[in-house]
């Protein structure tokens, strides 16, 4: 290995890797310091997560496993045995990967950091009550709680019903043209048609002109009469069959929409049928508890003037504003003026919603939030150590630039970068010893200024003794580390090689490294020709969490990037307010990103990734204020390009998403071996029956239940992990069975598909985007979210451009080396060239730099952003003395400028 350091032959303070065969690495032996910040370095698929992850980690993790009961031991989602001969000097390790937050209501920023347990202790232990309410425990203070929930919402905050407006958007339509929306399609609802016919309704009579009384018992009964059917039958056929005493089609059962709706949401184990259902429910706070979740009795309680409902809804900075004065010890005031303010104006309606109910109902109003509670010299003692501990756990978040989020924040409205730091606060909360970090990307959906906290917290977890293992493709992380170590050269079957192994400075003279040429500045990146606006799609009068009446202008036909620190709202603009709004104008419903997890509430339009403050809404989107003007003309389509996964199970992978794999099954099936045995393309897809292996059914694995042991998939004894029966493996294409395509990287099969145009082309744009070294059968639950993104990229640039498309896109850039990156702009200059618009939520400099036009949001986060500091092109912005991102598009420009 090149450039290895020169050190003593007792390797004291390194952990010595040999022999690591894991994913694409090849035989690598490397040594790495300990009580270090190391940063693995490498083009993306390289093989750097495979030594961190698959190999430093996964082994520390098997060491530590063994040493666990091993009854605990299958309780526990273990990861495999890593392929490396040896491993030594390795602590324990604790790893922060990326992933995004639970599918679950229920769990906030609070809950994941367990600051909320410290909330709840505060008000038992130390919360003023009101006369003659016993003392409550801190169970009583959780919604998820049956002593803490609210009995009305059950501790969801909202309750939840369908509405007429909701189950029939267009009442001009007949029951016969599908007026009842909400009601099921195909077989099932020509059912209900046909039972209302039995019934004596006419359902060719438009909805609006149905008597009120029929509308309600359509939608609203819980009536189930069970009747004859005569399918397809009119009223009068109807009449005249049942005189008639015609045997009918079947006897069918009626159900009111809403208890179709109702009960599907409550019973279904399928998420897309609860997605389907839950458009139709509508949400409205809790008229018990104003949407706080809590009963009564709790809500009740006040701390600084301020129920446990609106603590935890200030944004953690003025929390700590508020805990200060108390860890000190000093009087409560209640809450600052910076806290009042950070208070939602729904959060205020709910006070006062609350302040009034109480007034009626003759119980002693809540609290004003300015009075000043008398405690008790024991409450004051308690309060003032557990807030001592609330302050430094909240500022360990702050520092880590999320002071924007609040406790009530849920999880699913995090970024994977968000949720990553706060456990990295949790992590710096525990004073750990001795351990080895292991962080995928940590800067990954954050503003310089804000990497700037993090590196910070970083060298405090090191020189508190540990050691820091990071994959990342920063340039400053990277110029911050102790050492680096290079993985490549390029991906998939081109890398799998140390190239590197030490400080910073050392990787200039290795040739090979990719990374060596931006750490350097020793590459030119081009510099665009920046093109100018000729007509504008303009946004005003947006108002959305921390929106507050913002006016913003994107130019058509060109490429612009929204930037902005980490909470300053530039989801809340883009993601929400301008995907929104072109919906609307163009007729069709939201975009919505693709979801792994199951609902638990209906969906909203959830806070965006950096949205301040905002919690996950259930049931009723909160609405978008603002109106869509300019040239709307020129756009004539919406393409929204996430990050969420492109499937949930291994059946999904690259060749079906991208449709590529159609194209491969057709010149399969037009073999002369295969029209011979009459085989279609169907017979050559792992899904279908007739062609897949039955024994592992086209999974090409099966799990061996090892009972004490972590479950082993093992490649299926049947097809050898082919995924197909010997029948269809017989079939080749070119020398090639159906299998042995499926297990060719994206590269190779540009090769082998050269002279099929209707295979060649998406593949050549999957290599174009950089995505060369995945495999086609390359299973989604294995991709990353960068990687996932690039392949929807891809398939859409696959696609015929005829021009007029708005793209919107979130942060592209994440988990991509500068190399990478710079495809990337290629292939969007390439949708802008082709007559299209393409709107970037990013972070990446030299990507904002590379912009035809830059919109940057701030200057601050929460309360201190949502406003546009700065608008026009990048040599302009870099001159905005108000701007926080200013000073790095300076610095990235200056470079671009002396390069050229």
């Known amino acids: 290995m090149p450039n290895q350091s020169k050190r003593a032959n007792n390797h004291d303070g390194f952990v010595l890797v040999r022999g690591a065969r894991e994913h694409n690495l090849k035989n690598v032996d490397v040594e790495i310091p300990r009580n270090a910040i190391v940063v693995f370095t490498g083009v993306s698929g390289s093989g750097k997560s495979s030594l961190a992850f698959g190999t430093i980690y996964a082994e520390a993790q098997r060491r530590y496993f063994e040493s666990v009961a091993p009854y605990a031991r299958r309780l526990i989602d273990q990861v495999g ?258 806290a009042s303010a950070s208070l939602s104006k729904a959060a205020r309606m709910r006070a006062a919603a609350q302040r009034e109910a109480a007034g009626a109902s003759g119980h002693a109003s809540a609290p004003d939030i300015r009075r000043t509670p008398n405690l008790s010299a024991e409450k004051q003692l308690a309060a003032q150590r557990i807030a001592q501990e609330l302050l430094a756990r909240v500022r360990a978040l702050t520092d880590l630039g999320l002071g924007y989020l609040s406790l009530d924040r849920a999880t699913p409205t995090l970024s994977p970068g968000e949720l990553q730091r706060l456990r990295l606060a949790t992590q710096l909360a525990s004073q750990l010893f001795g351990v080895v970090y292991v962080l995928d990307e940590p800067s990954a959906g954050l503003h310089p200024a804000d990497s700037e906290s993090l590196l910070t917290a970083l060298e405090r977890l090191k020189a508190a003794g540990n050691s820091i293992f990071v994959v990342e493709h920063d340039i400053a992380t990277m110029r911050r580390a102790d050492w680096l170590v290079d993985v490549g050269p390029a991906a998939g079957e081109q890398g799998g090689q140390v190239l590197y192994s030490g400080p910073p400075q050392g990787l200039a003279g290795v040739l090979q490294s990719q990374t060596r040429r931006y750490l350097f500045a020793d590459v030119a990146r081009d510099r665009r020709v920046q093109r100018t606006p000729q007509a504008w799609l303009t946004l005003e009068g947006v108002h959305r969490h921390n929106l507050r009446g913002v006016d913003a202008a994107f130019p058509i036909g060109c490429l612009t990037a929204v930037t902005g620190v980490s909470g300053s709202g530039k989801s809340s603009l883009v993601s929400q307010a301008l995907l929104e709004l072109v919906s609307a104008h163009l007729g069709q419903p939201m975009p919505a990103p693709e979801d792994g997890g199951m609902p638990e509430g209906p969906p909203d339009a959830a806070a965006g990734d950096d949205d301040p403050g905002a919690t996950l809404e259930l049931g009723g989107a909160i609405p978008i204020v603002g109106r869509l003007g300019g040239a709307t003309d020129q756009v004539r389509r919406l393409v929204r390009v996430d990050q969420k996964p492109i499937g949930r199970t291994p059946r999904s992978n690259l060749a079906t998403y991208t449709g590529l794999f159609d194209a491969v099954r057709k010149l399969f099936a037009a073999t002369p071996a295969a029209r011979k045995k009459r085989y279609d393309a169907g017979r050559f897809s792992f899904n279908v029956a007739k062609g897949r292996c039955p024994t592992c059914e086209g999974e090409g694995f099966v799990s061996v239940e090892l009972l004490f042991l972590p479950s082993v998939y093992a490649p299926c004894l049947t097809c050898h992990g082919t995924r197909y029966n010997p029948q269809t493996l017989a079939i080749t294409w070119n020398g090639l069975s159906i299998a042995d395509v499926l297990a060719l990287t994206v590269d190779a099969a540009c090769e082998t598909f050269v002279d099929e145009p209707s295979v060649f082309r998406s593949l050549q744009v999957l290599r174009d985007i950089g995505l060369g070294y995945l495999r086609l059968g390359q299973p989604a639950t294995e991709l990353s979210g960068g990687e996932a993104q690039r392949i929807k990229l891809a398939t859409e640039l696959q696609r015929t451009q005829r021009g007029h498309t708005l793209y919107v896109l979130d942060e592209p850039t994440t988990g991509l080396h500068p190399a990478d990156v710079d495809r990337l702009l290629s292939q969007l200059d390439a949708l802008v060239q082709s007559g299209n618009t393409v709107v970037v939520v990013e972070h990446d400099m030299h990507f904002v730099a590379s912009s035809d036009w830059v919109i940057d949001i701030g200057p601050g986060a929460g309360a201190q952003g949502g406003r546009i500091v700065a608008s026009g092109t990048s040599a302009e912005v870099a001159l905005c003395a108000e701007s926080r991102t200013a000073a790095y598009l300076k610095a990235v420009l200056g470079v671009i400028t002396t390069e050229a």
């Open 81 to 338: 045995v890593p392929q490396v001969d040896a491993i030594e000097g390795l602590p324990p390790a604790v790893a922060l990967q990326q992933q995004r937050g639970t599918p679950t209501a229920r769990s906030s920023v609070g809950s994941v950091t367990t600051i909320s347990s410290l909330v709840r202790m505060l008000y038992s232990r130390a919360g003023t009550y009101p006369l003659r309410q016993p003392m409550l425990y801190a169970e009583d203070f959780s919604p998820n709680t049956p002593q803490g929930a609210c009995p009305h919402c059950h501790g969801l905050g909202r309750i939840y019903e369908v509405t007429e407006a909701s189950m029939v958007p267009d009442d001009s339509l007949t029951l016969r043209e599908r007026a009842v929306a909400a009601w099921p399609s195909a077989w099932q609802g020509q059912n209900l048609r046909d039972i209302l016919t039995t019934l004596g309704h006419d359902i060719d009579v438009p909805w609006r002109d149905l008597p009120r009384k029929t509308r309600d018992w359509i939608l609203f009964t819980d009536e189930q009469p069970t009747v004859p059917v005569y399918a397809g039958f009119t009223m009068e056929e109807v009449r005249r069959a049942r005189r008639a005493k015609q045997q009918p089609s079947y006897m069918g059962t009626f159900t009111g929409a809403r208890r179709y709706v109702m009960q599907t949401f409550a019973t279904s184990q399928s998420a897309m049928m609860k997605r389907k259902v839950a458009q139709f429910m509508v949400g409205t706070p809790c008229p018990v508890c104003h949407g706080k979740r809590l009963k009564p009795e709790a809500l009740s309680v006040t701390f600084c003037g301020l129920d446990i409902g609106d603590l935890t809804h200030l944004s953690l900075s003025a929390l700590a504003d508020v805990l200060g004065p108390v860890a000190k010890g000093l009087p409560s005031i209640g809450p600052s003026e910076s």
